[in-house]
């Protein structure tokens, strides 16, 4: 059964959803404000970081190995989202993990569409290697957009012949902008965080209204997933993104990929985010942080 504090923040997700007729603006600054009174925990240290024009913030802990590097990409469907909004998440990962979290603030659609976002995320993941990183000791993690993106990310590693990193977390990841799904109508009435006008919004904002949306760069399903790292999946029960989380770490198994898939009971869309006010985001950190520190 879910807490008393997930059943209230539920609520509170049915009663100020984000609201396309509001428009772009209005929208992202919902998306930020709802973030506003996560406060980071003890401890954190916040550095930013100019990578090659890509603007992102090293995340350290007390007892973060300065060899161990966790490139975090935000959520908000390529159209929402900052850093910023990910400092507590960000610095809970960094403890949890024991590593330094290197948070990115890729850019955003539809100023700058596919595949600005990837082309970002590649930098960042270059940028770490000539800095003498090794990539045995990087993984890369994100949240819905940005779980979908850590994937493209890890698709174009391979592509490039660059080292893999050690392993991948997605958190409730977007991985089919075509939206073929069936969870994306089944779940629409349980879900309170997405809908499907929401979702064809920002890959219309993505990709532009005829762009391809089964490029396997954008829709990581799409893809051959032959020489990926482990991956860690988690998804929501009621999220209408689950057989996008679903469908993937299938067909990542179907290619020899090591997939640990986990599906939490009653939980909704991110809901790891959220870990300083309801109990299970901070039971998904604890068991993403304890499969981080298994790969670095």
């Not at 760069?217 to 988690?234: E, K, Q, T």
């Not at 009971?265 to 942080?289: D, L, R």
Request: proline fraction near 5%; aromatic fraction near 12%.
């Amino acid at each position: 059964m879910a807490s008393k504090q997930f059943d209230q923040l539920y609520e509170l997700f049915k009663m100020y959803p984000l609201n396309l007729a509001d428009g772009l603006d209005k929208m992202r600054e919902a998306y930020n404000n709802m973030a506003v009174s996560f406060k980071p925990i003890k401890g954190a240290k916040f550095e930013e970081v100019n990578i090659n024009g890509v603007r992102a913030e090293w995340v350290k802990m007390p007892n973060s190995d300065e060899d161990s590097v966790l490139i975090y990409l935000h959520g908000g469907g390529y159209v929402l989202g900052t850093t910023e909004m990910y400092h507590d998440m960000a610095a809970r990962l960094a403890s949890g993990g024991e590593v330094k979290v290197l948070s990115v603030d890729y850019r955003l659609a539809p100023e700058n569409k596919y595949p600005a976002a990837l082309e970002d995320s590649i930098k960042v993941y270059k940028w770490l290697l000539s800095q003498n990183y090794k990539y045995y000791n990087i993984m890369i993690a994100g949240d819905s957009a940005g779980g979908g993106l850590a994937l493209a990310t890890l698709l174009k590693i391979r592509s490039l012949g660059l080292k893999m990193p050690a392993a991948a977390v997605c958190i409730s990841p977007w991985t089919d902008l075509a939206m073929t799904g069936k969870t994306i109508k089944t779940n629409s009435v349980i879900d309170p965080v997405l809908n499907y006008d929401l979702l064809k919004y920002f890959a219309d904002c993505c990709v532009g209204e005829e762009g391809d949306r089964c490029d396997p760069f954008i829709s990581p399903f799409y893809a051959d997933l032959s020489g990926l790292p482990p991956l860690l999946i988690m998804v929501g029960e009621c999220e209408i993104l689950l057989d996008d989380a679903m469908r993937f770490s299938n067909k990542a198994e179907f290619f020899g990929v090591e997939s640990t898939f986990v599906v939490a009971k009653e939980m909704t869309h991110s809901w790891p985010f959220f870990a300083s006010i309801i109990p299970e985001g901070q039971q998904a950190i604890n068991y993403i942080s304890e499969y981080i520190r298994r790969y670095i």
